[in-house]
């Protein structure tokens, strides 16, 4: 019975640490980062966001992220952001679906390409993430104006890594080594 007990905590275990890293984190412009020269467009392509994704912006404090309105977005217009950051390391949690809008509010970066459009699907691949400044809003799905509930992006000064998912085999792999190593106890 010990080590049924055992398993069952051990599979328990596994699976809180699996379902979390299903949610993806892409870096903004991969080894340039946020930056003039790089075409966001193009970076956007191949990737499908879904809530519970985070994007983070890695640049130098001459620039700035700001999360912006459709109409904003279209004619760069800086000084409305909905949020803002420039300390060299942004982290968006990417809370609700639509569409989200990004551009340095230095004047000039967003019309040299410093912008980004990122559309955001409701269907999550994983448990939105727990962070002490979540919480829940009832906005609409498009950001296309800006609204007085609380923004559906948070933003943090944390650097993350430089990789395009959260996943990580290590911990992984020591919850399962744990979880053996305690069931070959119980069994012999």
Known sequence: MASS?????????????VVPSLAKVYTVGDTPGWTTGVDYSTWTKDKTFKVGDSLVFNYPTSHTVDEVSSSDYSTCTVGNAITTD?????????KTAGTHYFICGVVGHCANGMKL????ESGSSAAPSKSPSSSSSSSPASTDKPSTSTP???TTTTKAPDSS????LSPFMAVVTTCLALLVLVIS
Do not use: E
Not at 86 to 94: D, F, Y
Not at 117 to 120: D, L, N, Q, R
């Open 152 to 154: 559906s992006t948070t």
């Open 86 to 94: 420039n300390s060299g390391a942004t982290t968006v949690a990417l």
């Open 5 to 17: 007990s055992v398993g069952m905590v051990c599979l328990l275990l596994v699976s809180w640490m």
């Open 165 to 168: 998912s959260s996943w990580s």
């Open 117 to 120: 459009s990122v559309k955001v």
